[in-house]
Every structure is written in structure tokens, then in C-alpha cells.
């Protein structure tokens, strides 16, 4: 089982940028092995919504939502995804979560809140 922490949230004005970041941990594991990851939010009460996937080699796909603000990125070396948040709006105040889906299973973490101010 994939351990992942999420960092990097916080409250920042409308217009502003914030980068997130998953650390994932497995004994003698590389994330390479993780075929796709990527990151989801959620509002109180509302499905956990899909923004942004990685595969191991790269490849990427983003939620219309944010396509052309946000950009997703792995480092399979450090065991490290990230998300570079631009022009963020107050409408992207979500808890943002890490994900790795590892065959039929998809390892959560535990989430960080990102509030955008007007």
C-alpha cells in the first residue's frame, strides 16, 4: 500500500498561484510503478471531482475546469507529484487530494484545504 502526503495548501487571494505536492512512500518502491496518478478535490458534501492525471511516462490530462492553469508533474526519482495552481479563482476552494491507482484500487491521501479569497 502506497502511503501519500499531500503539503502545500493554504489561503491565497483571487489571481494568485500555489504549487501542491504528494509525497508517496513505499518500502524499496518507485512511484514508476504507479502507472497513473493524479489529483482530485472535493467540497463539503460534493463528489470528489477528477482536475488533473500523470502517467509514468508523462503523459497528462487535465479537467476543463483547469486546463491552462494548472499543471501536473512527477518526479519518479523523489517519489514526488506535484500541482502548479496559477490564476487561482474563489471557485477552486476545494480540499485537494493526491491519488495513485494501483491496478483496480486508487490510494488516497489525506488531503489539504486550499481556500481562494476574493
Known amino acids: 500500500q502506497w502511503q501519500l502526503v499531500e503539503s502545500g495548501g493554504g489561503l491565497v487571494q483571487s489571481g494568485g498561484s500555489l504549487r501542491l505536492s504528494c509525497a508517496a512512500s513505499?518500502?524499496?518502491?518507485?512511484?514508476?510503478?504507479?502507472?497513473?496518478m493524479g489529483w482530485h478535490r472535493q467540497a463539503p458534501g460534493k463528489q470528489r471531482e477528477f482536475i488533473a492525471g500523470?502517467?509514468?511516462?508523462?503523459?497528462?490530462n487535465y479537467a476543463d475546469s483547469v486546463k491552462g492553469r494548472f499543471t501536473i508533474s512527477r518526479d519518479n526519482d523523489k517519489n514526488k507529484m506535484s500541482l502548479q495552481m496559477n490564476t487561482l479563482k474563489p471557485e477552486d476552494t476545494y480540499v485537494y487530494y493526491c491519488?495513485?491507482?494501483?491496478?483496480?484500487?486508487?490510494?488516497w491521501g489525506q488531503g489539504t484545504q486550499v481556500t481562494v479569497s476574493s
Open positions: 500523470i502517467t509514468r511516462n508523462g503523459n497528462t
Open positions: 513505499k518500502t524499496s518502491a518507485s512511484i514508476f510503478t504507479i502507472a497513473s
Open positions: 491519488a495513485a491507482k494501483i491496478g483496480v484500487s486508487v490510494n
